[in-house]
């Protein structure tokens, strides 16, 4: 069984609270009115779709994980984004004042969350507390991360071939892990969900690339190696 980080430690991490004092997040989680919910694992926490209330929480994962996903009229699932502990999740759809969800959160874990109001996070309160002002740097610093993080996953789709995204996306993980040896967060399923590929499709492109010796891999994690990386990690992509 995986130890759970102590809640601060999840905190300290979360980029929502960057450069404010943990002494201060007791005051700043009261200030939000923060509550903490349990989820099963296989379990949605919102659903696409759904009609937005005037209040929207944001969440902060503090254990298990999380998928964003979309579903089409014919049940084929794409795989959006992942959230780990210290992640946020809603963030995006809060801040937009959308009338409905357009993707659905699944717990791929059991999951805990944190969630606080999103107008209590952008809006100064009448105590005009000293982080309050970080806060909302935070949070449009985090909203461009997400930006940033989507025009990455763009890139990997707008390849044509299997072969292609893949190079895309493991030469991103790479270069992310500063080295050829890293793990990535999906299993191939989810990977080929995120990808946007058939699954088959993808094992297969796998197999071939690791028998042309440009990479090895057991599960999830990952070896590129050295004359691969020598050719831009995978080779030039076209």
Request: proline share 3%.
């Amino acid at each position: 069984m995986k130890k759970t980080p102590p809640l601060m430690d999840i905190l300290k991490a979360c980029s929502l609270f960057m450069g404010i004092d943990e002494t201060d997040v007791a005051a700043i989680l009261e200030c939000l009115g923060a509550w903490q919910k349990h989820y099963e694992k296989n379990t949605f926490v919102f659903i696409a779709d759904t009609p937005l209330s005037a209040a929207i929480p944001v969440g902060i994962l503090l254990s298990g994980k999380l998928h964003l996903i979309q579903d089409d009229f014919w049940g084929n699932r794409s795989i959006i984004a992942q959230v780990s502990p210290g992640g946020l999740v809603g963030e995006a759809f809060a801040c937009g004042e959308l009338r409905r969800l357009p993707v659905s959160a699944f717990t791929t874990e059991a999951s805990d969350i944190l969630l606080v109001d999103y107008k209590r996070i952008v809006t100064l309160c009448s105590s005009v507390c000293v982080f309050h002002a970080r806060l909302i740097r935070n949070m449009i610093r985090i909203l461009a991360e997400h930006n940033h993080r989507l025009i990455q996953k763009i890139d990997h789709l707008s390849r044509r071939t299997t072969r292609e995204k893949l190079r895309s996306y493991l030469s991103q993980e790479a270069q992310k892990a500063g080295t050829g040896d890293f793990a990535i967060p999906f299993n191939r399923q989810e990977l080929a969900d995120y990808l946007g590929v058939d699954r088959s499709a993808l094992s297969q492109e796998l197999g071939k690339m690791r028998n042309e010796g440009l990479l090895s891999f057991d599960r999830n994690r990952f070896s590129l190696f050295h004359h691969s990386l020598k050719a831009g990690l995978l080779g030039p992509l076209d």
